[in-house]
């Protein structure tokens, strides 16, 4: 039994018990690996199953692996054409265009309503903030036709501007990036306003760069967010060369029912950027949520 002393010269016992040490090190590494398999072995299921035909799909017992992996199911969702310009690239790119479009928006203006509530001093702050917040509580289904009516009467049904500018701010982006502000040392914006700073300087050089993560994480949120959307785009975009990727998908799988296979890859087209985007980052995406309800 090793024994270590510490600093101001008290005994502490090192590798007391290293049995109990490689158990807890494979427990851990055994959730791990449980955790793993239960969350991506359906993906990778739907993934080999972009490869097979309709009839291995459904076939039992089912097998893990195609007869032959057939590379043209993706060729041929790819190619799919429903008429007047419907196509799985322009879907591609519309729903990339209004995620990203939506993302960029909300990052800026969520960012500077942040900045305001945290850092502001002005009448009626602290209400204007708790009716932000109020909205929260507010399902999306009562707003639905009412936002639908008001984006008729400014005609903008059937554009990309019916989703963006409803989507430029929110309440739960506002309140994440208020909270992480608050975090942030008053003392660093007082030095840049010793050093001649203004008050847009000082939000853009010195609490936006302190604010990475948070910025991420919400770029991320109304990312996905807006990836994933359906009624919205259902409601607003009535051309097929208009459609978001969940509306196509809903219509290419009336379209091919019987062919779970080519259901299966445009579920991957669908899938597969917004896991790209989470991976890449990741790192500031946890860093983000775990700082955003810390005040300092």
């Given at each position: 039994?090793?024994?270590?002393?510490?600093?101001?010269?008290?005994?502490?016992?090192?590798?007391?018990?290293?049995?109990?040490?490689?158990?807890?090190?494979?427990?851990?590494?055994?959730?791990?690996?449980?955790?793993?398999?239960?969350?991506?072995?359906?993906?990778?299921?739907?993934?080999?199953?972009?490869?097979k035909t309709d009839a291995e799909i459904t076939a039992?017992?089912?097998?893990?692996?195609?007869?032959?992996?057939?590379?043209?199911?993706?060729?041929?969702?790819?190619?799919?054409?429903?008429?007047?310009?419907?196509?799985?690239?322009?879907?591609?790119?519309?729903?990339?265009?209004?995620?990203?479009?939506?993302?960029?928006?909300?990052?800026?203006?969520?960012?500077?309503?942040?900045?305001?509530?945290?850092?502001?001093?002005?009448?009626?702050?602290?209400?204007?903030?708790?009716?932000?917040?109020?909205?929260?509580?507010?399902?999306?289904?009562?707003?639905?036709?009412?936002?639908?009516?008001?984006?008729?009467?400014?005609?903008?049904?059937?554009?990309?501007?019916?989703?963006?500018?409803?989507?430029?701010?929110?309440?739960?982006?506002?309140?994440?990036?208020?909270?992480?502000?608050?975090?942030?040392?008053?003392?660093?914006?007082?030095?840049?306003?010793?050093?001649?700073?203004?008050?847009?300087?000082?939000?853009?050089?010195?609490?936006?760069?302190?604010?990475?993560?948070?910025?991420?994480?919400?770029?991320?949120?109304?990312?996905?967010?807006?990836?994933?959307?359906?009624?919205?785009?259902?409601?607003?975009?009535?051309?097929?060369?208009?459609?978001?990727?969940?509306?196509?998908?809903?219509?290419?799988?009336?379209?091919?029912?019987?062919?779970w296979n080519l259901t299966l890859v445009g579920a991957?087209?669908?899938?597969?950027?917004v896991l790209i985007l989470f991976f890449m980052f990741?790192?500031?995406?946890?860093?983000?949520?775990?700082?955003?309800?810390?005040?300092?």
């Amino acid at each position: 039994m090793a024994v270590a002393t510490d600093s101001i010269g008290t005994k502490s016992h090192v590798n007391r018990h290293p049995s109990r040490y490689y158990v807890e090190l494979g427990l851990r590494y055994a959730a791990l690996i449980i955790v793993g398999i239960v969350l991506f072995t359906p993906f990778i299921l739907a993934g080999i199953g972009t490869f097979k035909t309709d009839a291995e799909i459904t076939a039992y017992p089912p097998e893990f692996f195609p007869k032959e992996w057939l590379a043209e199911n993706w060729v041929k969702v790819w190619n799919t054409d429903l008429g007047a310009g419907g196509t799985f690239p322009r879907w591609l790119f519309n729903t990339a265009f209004l995620a990203t479009s939506v993302a960029v928006l909300q990052v800026v203006f969520c960012s500077m309503a942040a900045y305001s509530f945290a850092r502001l001093d002005y009448p009626g702050k602290d209400m204007m903030f708790n009716f932000m917040l109020g909205t929260m509580m507010i399902p999306g289904a009562v707003t639905l036709i009412p936002a639908y009516v008001l984006m008729g009467k400014l005609k903008l049904l059937n554009t990309f501007w019916s989703l963006i500018l409803p989507g430029m701010v929110s309440a739960g982006g506002i309140f994440m990036l208020t909270q992480f502000f608050k975090s942030i040392p008053r003392d660093l914006e007082e030095a840049a306003y010793i050093d001649g700073a203004s008050q847009l300087q000082v939000y853009k050089d010195v609490v936006l760069p302190l604010a990475r993560p948070a910025l991420l994480t919400v770029f991320i949120l109304q990312f996905q967010g807006m990836w994933n959307s359906f009624v919205q785009p259902l409601l607003y975009l009535d051309s097929p060369k208009m459609w978001v990727l969940n509306v196509a998908l809903s219509v290419f799988q009336q379209n091919y029912k019987a062919q779970w296979n080519l259901t299966l890859v445009g579920a991957m087209f669908n899938a597969i950027p917004v896991l790209i985007l989470f991976f890449m980052f990741s790192k500031y995406y946890m860093e983000g949520v775990s700082y955003a309800g810390v005040k300092g």
